[in-house]
């Protein structure tokens, strides 16, 4: 059911239990949690003795380039939802009754909300500790997300006969 509400953009009902089952969503959620904890505690209170490229903090100015790093993935990840619309879904299967969209984030690459979501754990992680962990975090998610995308094209190559002139027109890019 989509309604809109003013101030509020689209509301979706979304089948929350067939997202619930789906393993990516789980392994998405456990990422993006353990990032925002650890990413601020483990260079702080974490004593790795002489690795000191590891355990640190950088300068105000690294932390800066996170923290703006950290916007731009927000920004390309809501630029992406926005452009799906009534289809977003947190799963890797798409809504039944949805059509496939290849407008707005979607002209410039496949899997805009990843390839935000990768941008912004590495820029968080930057922004509260330091650019080597920022860089793992990145590779991590990088990772993580292009096993999602490729998981969920397996979806939208089966559901829309069109996604493979659209892949083809279009790179995945999850950075």
């Known amino acids: 059911m989509l309604t809109r509400s003013p101030g509020m953009g689209y509301i979706r009902t979304m089948d929350l239990r067939k997202a619930a089952r789906d393993p990516w969503v789980w392994g998405q959620f ?38 703006l790093l950290a916007i731009a993935g927000l920004s390309l990840s809501v630029w992406g939802a926005q452009s799906l619309g009534p289809s977003l879904t947190p799963g890797t299967e798409p809504l039944p009754d949805a059509p496939l969209v290849t407008a707005g984030a979607y002209a410039h690459t496949r899997h805009p909300i990843y390839a935000g979501l990768v941008l912004l754990l590495a820029g968080y992680t930057m922004a509260w500790s330091n650019w080597t ?3 793992i975090v990145g ?33 995945r890019r999850v950075l």
């Open 30 to 67: 456990v990422l993006i949690g353990l990032v925002a904890l650890l990413a601020p505690l483990l260079p702080r209170f974490v004593s790795l003795g002489d690795a000191d490229w590891f355990n640190r903090v950088d300068p105000f100015r690294f932390r800066l380039i996170g923290g």
């Open 133 to 135: 962990l920022a860089l």
């Open 139 to 171: 590779l991590v998610s990088r990772q993580y997300f292009q096993g999602k995308a490729r998981a969920e094209e397996r979806w939208l190559l089966e559901r829309y006969p069109e996604y493979q002139r659209y892949a083809v027109r279009v790179r």
